[in-house]
């Protein structure tokens, strides 16, 4: 139904409501998902960095998916995060987000162990021959200190191992290495983790945004965009500043409290 390859515009990283003893809290993930679909969000990305991946059992990660997909009912696609440090881990939780009806799942690489691009591009190309849905790469060097270099994303989008990245790193300068090392490559997907870049990623060649601002305001998100899709740039300066002036008024805080708390 969703084709990977067309993916653009608006995808919250879903916060994770919890409950007070830790338990998921499926109604709330419910109301979450109706409020960011009235915003006009384009996709959802349940289990990345917001959504507390590393920090939730499998169970409990089983179970968030579940019911961001049941919530979702196939208005719009779900992208499932995946953060393991070992490679049969990290394929189980592809395969389970395969299972609940991810169309994608958005990898980290492995982390703890210093690893070089080598270690990187092995991990991808494994991880995608037995993948039974496609693999985006999930650049965040400050959580995970490893870098995927632009060479060797390039290098994997050529051999078809990856589709896409989110780039969290608030590198530009990497953001636009990755835009210039697959310029011609059209369907590579290329989403900004970070909301205060996301018109000047547009403009560089971006497909959007994944981020977690959209939890708090998703209309604020997506009039950024809308705004650069219509060529309207004085008001998309004008959005993406409020915007920036949000994301500054939720970092407050261990991340991410700030977003669970607005």
């Known amino acids: ?3 990977v390859q067309e993916l653009r515009g608006v995808l919250p990283a ?16 419910k109301r979450l998902v109706e409020h ?6 384009h996709g959802l990305l349940p289990l990345g960095s917001t959504g507390e991946n590393a920090s939730l059992e499998e169970p ?17 696609p779900v992208i499932c995060g995946v953060v393991q440090s070992q490679l049969a881990a990290a394929l189980a939780d592809v395969r389970g987000a395969a299972e609940l009806g991810a169309i994608a799942a958005l990898v980290a690489p492995p982390f703890y162990y210093p690893i070089d ?4 591009l092995a991990f991808y190309r494994r991880l995608a021959d037995a993948s039974p849905i496609p693999i985006f790469v999930y650049n965040i060097p400050q959580n995970t200190k490893v870098v995927t270099e ?3 994303l390039a290098t994997l989008a050529r051999e078809g191992a990856v589709v896409g990245i989110k780039d969290s790193s608030r590198d530009f300068e990497y953001f636009e290495n990755v835009c210039v090392v697959t310029r011609d490559l059209p369907e590579f997907r290329i989403f900004t983790g970070s909301d205060t870049m996301l018109l ?6 971006g497909a959007g945004t994944i981020c977690g601002a959209a939890n708090v305001a998703p209309s604020w998100v997506v009039r950024v965009y809308d705004d ?15 915007l920036l002036e949000l994301v500054a008024s939720v970092r407050p805080g261990v991340f991410p409290a700030g977003i669970k708390a607005a």
Do not use: N
């Open 150 to 152: 632009p060479a060797t």
């Open 1 to 3: 139904m969703f084709k």
């Open 117 to 120: 691009q080598a270690t990187v």
């Open 228 to 242: 650069f899709e219509r060529g309207d740039w004085k008001a998309a300066r004008k959005h993406q500043d409020s």
């Open 14 to 29: 879903l916060a994770t409501p919890l409950k007070p003893d830790g338990g998921v809290d499926e109604p709330a993930i």
């Open 36 to 41: 960011v679909l009235a915003g006009g969000v």
């Open 60 to 76: 409990a990660r089983r179970k968030v998916l579940a019911a961001v997909v049941e919530a979702a009912w196939g208005r719009v």
């Open 200 to 205: 000047a990623s547009l403009v560089m060649g």
